[in-house]
Nanobody, 121 residues
Framework: VQLQASGGGWVQAGGSLRLSCAAS????????MGWFRQTPGKEREFVAG????????HYSDAVQGRFIISRDNVENAVYLQMNSLKPEDTAVYYC???????????????WGKGTQVTVSS
């Protein structure tokens, strides 16, 4: 499966963005999915994950209550709704898939190209 994240851009603090992760080549329904982010000089960090059915979700403490992960297995896509954005949310955001179905703390072996999110103060 190939993943492609999109929807990034520039936004002022307090604003919202919605990221999309489109898949091709194979259905996403067999994958646990996650969003990660990375800033220069720092390790990639987990942001949010969702299980195969979309019922179970997990968020990092940094985004809990502000971000919402969702998926549409018919559309073969995963989304990240980001609200109340802060300058510290500025990063390149990546979507990733885990074929074992785990959606956090697992082995995300399929990665897409990232999309830049910039939040200005």
């Amino acid at each position: 499966v190939q993943l492609q994240a999109s929807g990034g851009g520039w936004v002022q603090a307090g604003g919202s963005l919605r990221l999309s992760c489109a898949a091709s080549g194979r259905t996403l329904s067999t994958y646990g999915m996650g969003w990660f982010r990375q800033t220069p000089g720092k390790e990639r960090e987990f942001v949010a994950g969702i299980n195969r059915s979309g019922v179970r979700k997990h968020y990092s403490d940094a985004v809990q209550g502000r971000f919402i992960i969702s998926r549409d297995n018919v559309e073969n896509a995963v989304y990240l709704q980001m609200n109340s954005l802060k300058p510290e949310d500025t990063a390149v955001y990546y979507c990733a898939g885990d074929p074992s179905g785990r959606f956090y703390g697992g082995t995300f072996s399929v990665w897409g190209k990232g999309t830049q999110v910039t939040v200005s103060s």
